[in-house]
T-cell receptor, first 113, second 114 residues
Framework: GENVEQHPSTLSVQEGDSAVIKCTYS??????FPWYKQELGKRPQLIID?????GEKKDQRIAVTLNKTAKHFSLHITETQPEDSAVYFC????????????FGKGTLLTVNP | GAVVSQHPSWVICKSGTSVKIECRSL??????MFWYRQFPKQSLMLMAT?????????EQGVEKDKFLINHASLTLSTLTVTSAHPEDSSFYIC??????????FGPGTRLTVL
C-alpha cells in the first residue's frame, strides 16, 4: 500500500519567516495530494490540495509543489503568523482506491511572535 | 458548504458497554464516508471506508465485529464501538467526500472508557 513520509516532525519559525514541510510517497499511482491543518482538539481543515497533472498551486500565502518523478510534494507558507501555529498533515491518494487517503505523521509548526 | 457534524463530541463510558457515534454530512450527499482514529500527538489512522447501502471496508488490523459501521443514507454513517475497553479510548473522526477527492472532516468524538 501507499506510504507517506513527512518531515520535519516539528518546526519553529519566527513570525514573518517562511515555513516548508516536505512529504514523500511510495506509490507512483498516487494522483491527489491534500494538506490539512489541525489545531489542538479540532478537526483537520483542508488548506490546499494538488493533483498529479499540476506541478504547483498557490493560494495567497500557501503554496504546494509536486515532483512526480521524485515522488515528493511540499507545503510552503510565507509570511507566517502566530495563527499558523498548528499540526499540518500531508496525505496521498492512490487512483481508484475509493478516495482513501494515506496520511503523513504530521508536523507541529510553531510561529513565534 | 461541505459541513460534516459528529455526535457526541465527547463520551465517557464504562468498560464493557457499547458506544455509538454519528457522522452526518449537513449540506451535501456523501458518496463515501471514512472513519479515523487519532491518538494524542499522532496521525490519523484510517479504520474503515463506508459507502451508502453497502458493507464497510475495514483496514487491516481493525476488528469489524468490534467497530460496527452502518451507512444507512447518503448523509449519515454511524460507528459503534462494542464492548469498549480502556484501550479503545481515543479521538474518533469521520470524514465525508463528494464525488471528488476532497474529504471534509467532522469535529471528532473523544471517547474515554473507564
Amino acid at each position: 500500500g501507499e506510504n507517506v513520509e513527512q518531515h520535519p516532525s516539528t518546526l519553529s519559525v519566527q513570525e514573518g519567516d517562511s515555513a516548508v514541510i516536505k512529504c514523500t510517497y511510495s506509490d507512483s499511482a498516487s494522483n491527489y495530494f491534500p494538506w490539512y491543518k489541525q489545531e489542538l482538539g479540532k478537526r483537520p481543515q483542508l488548506i490546499i490540495d494538488i493533483r498529479s497533472n499540476v506541478g504547483e498551486k498557490k493560494d495567497q500565502r500557501i503554496a504546494v509543489t509536486l515532483n512526480k518523478t521524485a515522488k515528493h510534494f511540499s507545503l510552503h507558507i510565507t509570511e507566517t503568523q502566530p495563527e499558523d501555529s498548528a499540526v499540518y498533515f500531508c496525505a496521498a491518494r492512490v487512483g481508484g482506491s475509493n478516495y482513501k487517503l494515506t496520511f503523513g505523521k504530521g508536523t507541529l509548526l510553531t510561529v513565534n511572535p | 458548504g461541505a459541513v460534516v457534524s459528529q455526535h457526541p463530541s465527547w463520551v465517557i463510558c464504562k468498560s464493557g458497554t457499547s458506544v455509538k457515534i454519528e457522522c452526518r454530512s449537513l449540506d451535501f450527499q456523501a458518496t463515501t464516508m471514512f472513519w479515523y482514529r487519532q491518538f494524542p500527538k499522532q496521525s490519523l489512522m484510517l479504520m474503515a471506508t463506508s459507502n451508502e447501502g453497502s458493507k464497510a471496508t475495514y483496514e487491516q488490523g481493525v476488528e469489524k465485529d468490534k467497530f460496527l459501521i452502518n451507512h444507512a443514507s447518503l448523509t449519515l454513517s454511524t460507528l459503534t464501538v462494542t464492548s469498549a475497553h480502556p484501550e479503545d479510548s481515543s479521538f474518533y473522526i469521520c470524514s465525508a467526500s463528494l464525488v471528488t477527492d476532497t474529504q471534509y472532516f467532522g469535529p471528532g468524538t473523544r471517547l474515554t472508557v473507564l
